[in-house]
Structure formats: structure tokens, C-alpha cells
DNA sequence: AACTTACACAACCGCCGGAAC
DNA sequence: AGTTCCGGCGGTTGTGTAAGT
């Protein structure tokens, strides 16, 4: 069975490479070639096992590797190979000259992941994230409430609870987002191709666009295998498009049951609801019925709450949050 | 200025498959 | 056939540093 791994050894350094352990590695490996890595460090006189000293010499001081800032090719190839790949960095390494494994999975975990994510597009599927989709399946309820609204302020004086209309008004402002990113990246994102092109469509990376609109084909990378590279084409072609198109298509009159339940709104109520969105704390708020009744509490719909507490770590939502503190309320102009 | 927090990235860990013995 | 060696891979952790309070 396994073999004990080699850093077990006792005495062996770990951590960051000094200078000199580098000169050591680089010496020697010029002079002799890695041979046996497990018998390299002796050989030169390291106090290293041989894994950190390939993985030294791999990463990091191998003589062609580039260094330096990933230029928008390399993150544009970065991220299609990905949609098709996965988290294959070995592979999506030896389509990038220079780069490695270990630098393209930091910098995708550190910028690629966090690009993405604020593009409203999910980085492990490269789809339109479904976070998103669960609030705007809400979209019929929150307009049909704020109708309601402005019936009731007309005729009875009546108003909808605070935490409704702070449902709303993340709402728009999320709206907004996400219209001003798919604005301001042109063909950039899948939901972006989707809406262009055919909601419907089967657009795939393959097929025709890539991220950042320049056309691409990787099917190249996909195996020397004909039958592989037809199969995962096939696969990323036939592959539907279901949970943003049928949220879109989302028949207002399905929900007519589940509009929101309207409870009497206490003067305080909507300074307690905005600091409840502000320390994203409304879901724990047992305390206050109004704001247990008046969620999104259905069996198919995620409560808004959640979503905003699932992502509330992201700036994307930091920024949604400040502004429904900050912006004036839509629907009463 | 001191402290805390967030971020980026180098390095490590554990596992796996193939080759050698 | 079973064991060990070796290199490779992907996930995770640790550390240094920048930014914020």
C-alpha cells in the first residue's frame, strides 16, 4: 500500500526558501539535471525533502517560467479553458506558456473567482448564478405588492410592512447591478450571450464566443481523441439552459397565491428592518413576528434573507445592501 | 503609531496512478 | 501479485504585506 510521505522525515526544513537554499537548487540542477528528486536534496546539500524541492524548483524557479501581472489574453484563455476544464490547472497550465499550475489556481482563486462572481455569473458552472434567480423569481410578488402598496396609501392608509419594502428596493437596486454590468461588458458573460443571442439558444464557449468576445476554439485542448472532444462538445451543446429561462418565463399569475402577507407596519418597524438588512441579522430576528411573516417563506422560493446572508460577504452584496440604506424608495415618486 | 483585517501568493499536504522492483 | 518509489495533481494552509480603523 502507501508509502510513507517524505516529508515525514524528521529534520527536514519546511517554509519559505531562503536565498541561498535557491542558489543550492539552482546550481545544482544546472549543473547535474533533477535526476531523482527524492535524491536531490542530499546531493546538494539541502536540508529539504525532495517534494518541496521539485515543487520549488516547478513553481517557482524553473528558468521559463513568467512572471509578472497575467495579461486580459491570458485571463481570458484562463477562464474559457476553465468553463471547459474545470479545476484542471495542470491542464489549463500547458495551454499558457510560462505559467503554472499553482500560479493559475491563486490567481484564479484570488481575482478570476471574484470577477465572476461579481459578473453575476457562478465560477464553478460559468452560468448565470442561480443566487441571483431565486430573487428575481420574487419579481412578480414584488411588483403586485408595491401595486397593493399604492392602492392601500391611496384608500385606506394602509402600508406594507418595512421588511417587504426593503425586499423590493434590494430588488431594483440588484436590477440595476446587474444591467449596468451586462452594459459594461460587452458579450462578456453567459447571461449576456444568452440574451443576446436566444435565451433558448445553445450557445456554448465552444461553439462560437468566448468571454471576452474574441472568437476561440478549444476544442484542441481537449485530447488528441476524437470521440472526447465530440463527447464533451456534444456535452457543453446539450447542455440546457433551464433555471434562468424558466425563471424568465415565470408566469406572474403562477404566484398569485403567494403574494406576501401584509401585517400592520409600527412606526419603528422600518428603522428596525434597515438595521436588520445592515447586520445581516433578519434571519435570527425570532423576536419580531413582522419580519417572519412578511418573508419570502414559500416551499419554492429561497427566503431573501438567506440569499443576502449566503452572499453577504461579497462586495457585489455589500454594495446592493448599501444602497437600499442609502438610495431613495422607488416606488413613491 | 499601534492594532486589526483582508488579501495575495508561496508552500505544504494528502491522495492518486503508473513504473519499477 | 504485492510493495515501494516517484512524480503529478488539486485543495488547503501559512505567511508576509497592504489597507483600514
Known amino acids: 500500500m502507501g508509502r510513507s510521505p517524505c516529508c515525514d522525515e524528521n529534520g527536514l526544513k519546511k517554509g519559505p ?3 541561498e537554499e535557491d542558489e543550492k537548487l539552482i546550481e545544482h540542477i544546472q549543473k547535474h539535471g533533477h535526476g531523482s528528486w527524492r535524491a536531490l536534496p542530499k546531493q546538494a546539500g ?14 517557482y524557479l524553473r528558468p521559463d517560467i513568467k512572471r509578472g501581472n497575467f ?14 476544464l474545470g479545476n484542471k490547472w495542470s491542464s489549463i497550465a500547458s495551454n499558457l506558456p510560462g505559467r503554472t499550475d499553482n500560479e493559475i489556481k491563486n490567481y484564479w482563486n484570488t481575482h478570476l473567482r471574484k470577477k465572476l462572481l461579481q459578473m453575476g455569473i457562478d465560477p464553478v458552472t460559468h452560468r448565470p448564478r442561480t443566487d441571483h434567480l431565486n430573487v428575481l423569481a420574487a419579481l412578480p410578488q414584488l411588483i403586485a405588492a408595491a401595486n397593493f402598496n399604492s392602492l392601500m396609501n391611496l384608500n385606506q392608509n394602509v402600508q406594507l410592512d418595512a421588511a417587504t419594502l426593503a425586499k423590493a428596493q434590494i430588488l431594483h437596486n440588484m436590477i440595476q447591478v446587474l444591467s449596468t454590468n451586462n452594459n459594461n461588458i ?5 447571461l449576456t450571450m444568452q440574451t443576446n443571442n436566444n435565451i433558448f439558444g445553445q450557445s456554448s464557449y465552444l461553439e462560437n464566443q468566448s468571454l471576452f468576445g474574441q472568437p476561440q476554439n478549444f476544442s484542441h485542448v481537449l485530447g488528441a481523441n476524437q470521440d472526447e472532444k465530440l463527447m464533451v462538445e456534444n456535452q ?5 439552459l433551464d433555471s434562468f ?11 398569485h397565491n403567494s403574494l406576501p402577507l401584509l401585517v400592520a407596519a409600527s412606526p419603528e418597524e422600518p428603522k428596525q428592518s434597515q438595521m ?3 447586520n445581516k441579522d433578519v434571519r435570527h430576528d425570532t423576536s419580531n413576528p413582522s419580519s417572519s411573516n412578511s418573508s419570502f417563506t414559500q416551499d419554492h422560493h429561497q427566503p431573501w434573507c438567506d440569499t443576502i446572508d449566503d452572499e453577504a460577504g461579497d462586495s457585489y452584496w455589500k454594495e446592493i445592501i448599501e444602497q437600499t440604506c442609502t438610495e431613495p424608495w422607488p416606488f413613491h415618486e
Open 17 to 19: 526558501w531562503t536565498q
Open 245 to 255: 429561462s424558466s425563471l424568465m418565463q415565470m408566469d406572474v399569475q403562477d404566484d
Open 276 to 278: 436588520m438588512i445592515k
Open 71 to 84: 495579461t486580459p489574453e491570458e485571463e481570458e484563455t484562463i477562464i474559457n479553458l476553465h468553463s471547459l
Open 236 to 240: 457543453m451543446i446539450d447542455q440546457p
Open 186 to 190: 460587452p458579450c462578456s458573460s453567459p
Open 46 to 59: 539541502l536540508n529539504r525533502c525532495g517534494k518541496s524541492c521539485r515543487l520549488r524548483w516547478t513553481n
